[in-house]
């Protein structure tokens, strides 16, 4: 009798089929906010908020990548393009020219498509992660000081 051969199947991807449905909604999602110039213009109209508002839905790659347990390195690099996009984002009309370019849930969303599952990651991959997400927090400060800035003159 013959002994069939079996592949490690991880859940990033099915040969056959495609993505998995969370990860073809990030393709998606960039497809949409990147590739249609979405996160730009959202920006120009209003700008500060726009780019919070970005930043939060940018962040669904990188629960993709954490729930499917991948290197903590990706998490980081996600975390770092979309700390990037919100700080230069924020500028008034330069950020909003720099989004043209940077495109950073393209670049999140190819990691996913590029990386696979593999086991836990080593201790100065946390390092870049915790590194990555304090780079988030101080991108962060910036355009909500612009919102309550434009808040506190207008409102």
Do not use: C
């Not at 940077?102 to 086991?119: D, P």
Request: no cysteine; net charge neutral.
């Amino acid at each position: 009798m013959q002994q069939a051969t079996t592949t490690p199947h991880h859940e990033g991807a099915d040969r056959e089929r495609g993505p998995a449905r969370d990860v073809a909604l990030a393709v998606w999602m960039a497809d949409w906010i990147d590739d249609r110039y979405i996160d730009p213009i959202v920006g120009l109209i209003l700008p500060g908020a726009g780019d919070l508002l970005f930043a939060a839905v940018g962040m669904y790659p990188v629960f993709v990548a954490v729930r499917r347990r991948m290197p903590a390195i990706v998490a980081a690099r996600m975390i770092r393009n979309v700390a990037i996009d919100l700080l230069f984002g924020a500028i008034p009309v330069v950020g909003d020219l720099f989004d043209f370019v940077f495109k950073a849930y393209r670049r999140n969303a190819n990691l996913l498509l590029e990386r696979h599952v593999v086991g836990p990651s080593p201790l100065r991959d946390w390092a870049a992660v915790l590194g990555a997400v304090l780079a988030l927090v101080v991108a962060l400060a910036v355009p909500v000081g612009l919102v309550a800035l434009v808040l506190a003159r207008f409102g």
